[in-house]
Structure formats: structure tokens, C-alpha cells
């Protein structure tokens, strides 16, 4: 009876905090998702606009990971495989770990310094997180060249559909 409860406890916990995907797979982003800041590295601000705007004209790839987040980091290799495989695409990576400290020490632990990374200093629930129904990671988003959605919702840097929808944006 003791390993049926248990069976039952952990199908009820898988149940509620897995990744579910969006019921509405949106191709643009609310002004208040848009103004959500984010700190770079060096503690500055800036918001998901700004973050947008400096990648205008280009076809973007959105990584949100966490060191702390064991499906993340087993992904990591395919993602860096992805960003090996695309050298004219531009990838941003956006954390969601807890502090500050924990964002400078995986971004030195996980060989992440040399890449476009931000951290949601305000945590997890935030307008942007909110607007995308950011519900698990990791999690990946393609943008096209005019900062619309191209790719709304990706749960592995090997899903399919992130490459072809970068190929079907480079023709």
C-alpha cells in the first residue's frame, strides 16, 4: 500500500510541474513583456526591447537555462551544437537563477562568459515570463529578423522545428 501512495505521490507531483505547452502559440510580444528588465552581467539594467532592438535584422535564438536546472544543463551541449551549427544566427542566453551570485558562478562554471547572457533579477513570475507562459526550462524561442515570434515554444535545442524555422528565415 506504502509503494502504491508513493507511485501515486510522485505521478501527482510530475503531474503538476512538468512542462505543458502553450495553449495559444503567440507571434508577438505585449508592451509590458517588451519593458521587462533584466540585468547583463555587469549588474546593468536593460530590458527585453533593448535586448530585441540590439539584435534587430538578425534571426535571434532565446535559451532560457539556469545552473541550477538539471534538464538545462544536459542540454547545454546540444544547445552549444545548435549556436556551433548556426554561426550567423545570434543567441541570447536569459537565466532565471536565483541571484546574482548564483548567475556570475554558473556563467564562469558552464564556459558562459563569452555569450549574450542575462539574468531576471525580478525572478521566475514577470511580465515577460507571464506573456510567454514560461513554465518550465529549458526553454527556447526563435525570433526573426523583425523581432517577431517565429518559434513560440521549444523545450530541447534538438527539436526540429528551431532549425528549419532558422532555415525557412534565411531564405
Known amino acids: 500500500m506504502k509503494k502504491l501512495l508513493l507511485f501515486f505521490m510522485i505521478g501527482a507531483f510530475g503531474l503538476v510541474y512538468s512542462q505543458e505547452a502553450p495553449k ?42 539556469a545552473g541550477w536546472c538539471r534538464d538545462c544543463l544536459k542540454a547545454l551541449p546540444k544547445a552549444e551544437e545548435l549556436e556551433k551549427n548556426n554561426p550567423n544566427i545570434d543567441f541570447v542566453f ?6 546574482k551570485e548564483g ?28 506573456y510567454i507562459d514560461l513554465n518550465w526550462i529549458p526553454r527556447y524561442m526563435v525570433i526573426d529578423q523583425k523581432s517577431a515570434i517565429a518559434k513560440y515554444y521549444a523545450i530541447s535545442p534538438e527539436d526540429p522545428e528551431i532549425q528549419s524555422t532558422i532555415n525557412q528565415l534565411l531564405k
Open 24 to 65: 495559444v502559440l503567440k507571434t508577438g510580444f505585449s508592451k509590458e513583456a517588451l519593458h521587462q528588465k533584466l540585468e547583463d552581467e555587469d549588474g546593468k539594467s536593460i530590458t527585453i526591447q533593448d535586448i530585441l532592438n540590439q539584435h534587430k535584422g538578425k534571426v535571434l535564438v532565446i535559451d532560457f537555462w
Open 94 to 99: 536569459l537565466s532565471l537563477e536565483r541571484s
Open 103 to 130: 548567475f556570475d558562478k554558473s556563467l564562469e562554471r558552464f564556459n558562459m562568459k563569452d555569450k549574450d547572457n542575462y539574468w531576471f533579477a525580478s525572478g521566475w513570475k514577470n511580465d515577460f515570463n507571464n
